[in-house]
Each structure stands twice: as structure tokens, then as C-alpha cells.
């Protein structure tokens, strides 16, 4: 497989600047195995079951992005992913100024600082902050800045609107650095009109890291290598997805990715802590999930791979097709698609 073969045009005007309001008012493509439907994500319960589950991902995306310096010199930190030890994976931009032993202290919030513990060739490194747990999160909210993908623009950097919007109604637990965009188009009172029809939900933990944002290199698919996230499935949500009568519908990628990281052979869900860096693409035997619903993904990208590997990579291009020249949204803030499985 070549990169090129995940190739599509993609207009700029369908690049999503805003959120649809409300959120479940956005449109949904339901892409059945023989026919494409227009729908919006309010119809969900139309197209779920009694007996289905949803699983989906409770990460809340932290103010990733910071400013700290070295004496004179200023680096840019983005936090990635927080390790089992209790530091943080994080990339720097001149990380070339970064050498194990160093403390680099951040700007926007008192006596908040960082110690590089080692430095990746890639220009990661891994740091110790001087403070953990509330007094950790405190100092984020004063000093970081939402880490907002490239492609949605502000000038002037993220909005207040931006630090409500970018959080999905499951958030519960600080961690991710991008949104599991899939669970934006949800509402309480659309979680209220699922339950109404039988249809569970259930989350697992997925913190989405800064590797999200970075685009494939080179055109050997078999080459590339995600970064890790840190995730997690507690017994309990294991048992209830286990337990389900119905569908299992994995809501985004990174649910998915994390159910399939935890799946044994049969398909049974086992309890996980640790980190993935599972790369799906087509060829990948699912064991999971019977649905997957996802927002439309950029091309050449691992995220379209996953969907073609999902669906059908013929399926999704035509999907895609579809929803170009119906004028769906595109990326983080943009529509939904539901696909069944190949």
C-alpha cells in the first residue's frame, strides 16, 4: 500500500471553522454496506437498536501548549502524553537547546517548571514537572494554551468559545492534547433520547496526543509508526461491552483503536492500562467494534486508513465523494459519518 492510494482533493471551504450549534445538529452520513444515507446526528437513535452499546472516549483535552525558557532562549513545548512514571512525553521546538539535567521554567504561571529527564532524536523529550495532581492541572490553566489542530485558523489563537467547544460532554478525565472529535456531536439530551431507546454507553480513557497532528512521511504505508497514547479500560466497562445484547458502536477512532488494543482473539474485551501505538490500517482483522461513528479525516492520513481499513477503501472513497459534493464539513469541528463494518 502507498500513501498515495488514501489521496483525495478536498476543497478548502469544507474545512470546518466553527461547530454545527447545537452539536447533535450536525449532519451524520450513515454509510451502510449497500447505500449511502444523509442524515443529521440527531437521528441516531433511529439507526441504532435496543441492546446496542456505545463506547466512548472520556478523555478532556488539557491546555497543552506552552512557553518556557531555557536563560535567553524560548522553547515551545506541546505536551503529548503523560508516562506511568509520572512525567510527560512532550515535543519541543528547539529541542536541539534541551540536554537531560536542564530546567526550563514556563511562562504565564508562578515558579512553574520542568526538569528534561531525556531528549528523543525526533525532538521529543521527557520532563519532570515541580508540581503534580491539582496543583499540576492549576498551572496548566494559567500558563497552556488548547493546542487546536493547524488546519482550524485563529490568528489570534484559541477562543473562549474554543475551550467549551473542544470538550466533548463525556470528558471526565485530563490528558489529551486533541479532541476525540466523534464525541463533539453529542448532548445530554441526545444521550437521554439513545437511553430512552435502549441503546447503553459506556467509556474508556484514550489521551489523544500531540502525534495526532503529524503527517505521514514517505509513501511505504508499512513504514510509519504512530506515537503512543496512554489509555485505559476498567473492568467495569469491559464487562458492560462484553455483557451487550446488541451493536457495539465505537464513537471515534481512538475508542476504537483502544477497544482493539484490548480485544483477545475472540473478540472479548479485557481490562487495559498502558499505552497503544496500533496502527490500523487495511488488512487489520477487526474483533471489536460492529459500527464505528467518526468525523470526516484529512487525506493521506492514518485516520482515512483506519476508516478504509473499517469500511472498505472503495466504500470510503466514495463516501467521501459524497459528502464533498454534498457539502458536508470537514475535520475536527466538521460532520459525522456511521459506517458498518465491512
Not at 514517505?218 to 461491552?241: F, K, M, N, P, S
Not at 483502544?258 to 472479548?268: I, M
Amino acid at each position: 500500500m502507498r500513501t498515495a492510494d488514501f489521496d483525495f482533493a478536498l476543497p478548502e471551504d469544507r474545512i470546518a471553522q466553527q461547530p454545527a450549534r447545537p452539536r447533535d445538529a450536525a449532519r451524520l452520513l450513515h454509510v451502510a454496506r449497500d447505500d449511502l444515507d444523509d442524515r443529521i446526528v440527531r437521528d441516531l437513535p433511529a439507526l441504532l437498536r435496543p441492546g446496542d452499546v456505545l463506547v466512548a472516549n472520556d478523555t478532556r483535552v488539557i491546555p497543552a501548549q506552552l512557553s518556557a525558557r531555557r536563560g535567553d532562549a524560548r522553547i515551545g513545548i506541546t505536551l503529548d502524553r503523560p508516562l506511568a512514571d509520572g512525567t510527560w512525553h512532550a515535543l519541543a521546538r528547539n529541542a536541539r537547546r534541551l540536554h537531560p539535567g536542564n530546567v526550563i521554567r514556563f511562562e504565564g504561571a508562578a515558579d512553574f517548571a520542568a526538569e528534561v529527564r531525556a531528549r528523543d532524536p525526533d525532538g521529543g523529550v521527557t520532563l519532570a514537572f515541580n508540581r503534580e495532581g491539582a496543583a499540576f492541572a492549576q498551572a496548566l490553566r494559567e500558563a497552556g494554551a488548547l493546542a487546536l489542530p493547524p488546519y482550524i485558523a485563529r490568528p489570534s489563537g484559541p477562543t473562549e468559545a474554543d475551550a467549551a467547544d473542544y470538550q466533548t460532554v463525556f470528558a471526565a478525565r485530563d490528558g489529551a492534547v486533541a479532541a476525540p472529535t466523534a464525541g463533539l456531536h453529542f448532548t445530554p439530551d441526545l444521550l437521554a433520547m439513545l437511553a430512552a431507546r435502549g441503546v447503553a454507553h459506556v467509556t474508556v480513557t484514550l489521551h489523544v496526543g500531540a502525534g495526532t497532528f503529524l503527517p505521514m512521511r514517505g509513501e511505504d504505508v508499512a513504514a510509519h509508526r504512530l506515537h503512543a497514547e496512554r489509555g485505559e479500560i476498567t473492568e467495569a466497562a469491559a464487562a458492560t461491552i462484553n455483557a451487550a445484547s446488541g451493536r457495539v458502536v465505537a464513537v471515534g477512532t481512538t475508542s476504537l483503536r483502544l477497544l482493539e488494543s484490548a480485544a483477545a482473539e475472540d473478540g472479548t474485551i479485557r481490562p487495559f492500562a498502558g499505552e497503544t501505538d496500533l496502527f490500523i490500517r487495511p488488512g487489520h482483522r477487526f474483533r471489536t467494534a460492529d459500527l464505528l461513528m467518526t468525523n470526516f479525516h484529512l487525506p493521506r492520513s492514518t485516520l482515512f486508513m483506519l476508516v478504509c481499513a473499517f469500511a472498505g477503501t472503495g466504500r470510503m472513497h466514495a463516501a467521501y465523494a459524497h459528502a464533498i459534493d454534498a457539502g458536508y464539513r470537514f475535520y475536527s469541528y466538521g460532520d459525522a459519518s456511521l459506517l458498518e463494518r465491512a
